[in-house]
């Protein structure tokens, strides 16, 4: 693997019996191994983006590669097997960060203003619009991993205008006037300034 096709984004993955190095080109992911002579060796190229890779993660626990792409979309890979898992439908905007919580196995993608959760398996969980303004993208992201029963997870996220904010997953019990009662997961900030 040559220095000039490696692009500027990575992930690593901890478990020596997996991929040592993940990294994003223009349309596709590279899979690297480490081995003891500090070389790294190719093990495998995986297609499915259209457009420029703008970020990636990885996680052991879930045995899982998201990588997300200017293409508006995110693609989930099999950490092991090196191989196409799902894609999840097309975000707002180029994707610009993702997380994997390593306790729930849910997934966070950032899209311009737009944070979506995701469980393990690609379904959505909750979204929001950001209330930031059109000029203030979110830029990056991570997780809390305590466990998945602990109200107290939260989700931050770092935006152009030098704001990190923290999103906390509420279960919303509503009920229409004349309809069944329904159950929405809705996500609330907090600034931290």
């Avoid at 439908?89 to 196995?105: K, L, Q, R």
Wanted: some cysteine; glycine content about 6%; aromatic content about 6%.
């Amino acid at each position: 693997l040559n220095s000039h096709e490696v692009g500027n984004n990575m992930a690593s993955s901890n478990n020596p019996s997996n991929v040592g190095m993940v990294s994003g080109l223009s349309s596709s992911v590279y899979a690297c191994q480490s081995f003891g002579d500090s070389r790294l060796k190719l093990r495998a190229t995986l297609y499915g983006h259209t457009d420029a890779i703008t970020c990636l993660t990885a996680s052991d626990s879930f045995n899982l590669i998201v990588s997300g792409s200017r293409d508006r979309s995110c693609i989930l890979w099999d950490l092991s097997r090196l191989c196409f898992l799902r894609q999840l439908p097309n975000h707002i905007a180029p994707i610009a960060a993702i997380c994997i919580n390593e306790a729930t196995g849910d997934i966070v993608s950032c899209a311009g203003t737009q944070l979506y959760l995701w469980n393990c398996n690609g379904e959505p969980i909750a979204s929001i619009d950001t209330p930031v303004g059109r000029n203030k993208q979110i830029l990056c992201v991570c997780m809390s991993t305590l466990y998945d029963w602990d109200a107290e997870n939260v989700i931050l996220t770092g935006s152009s205008d030098g704001v990190v904010r923290m999103w906390c997953l509420k279960h919303v019990y509503s009920t229409d006037n004349d309809s069944d009662a329904v159950d929405k997961n809705t996500l609330n900030a907090n600034r931290i300034e």
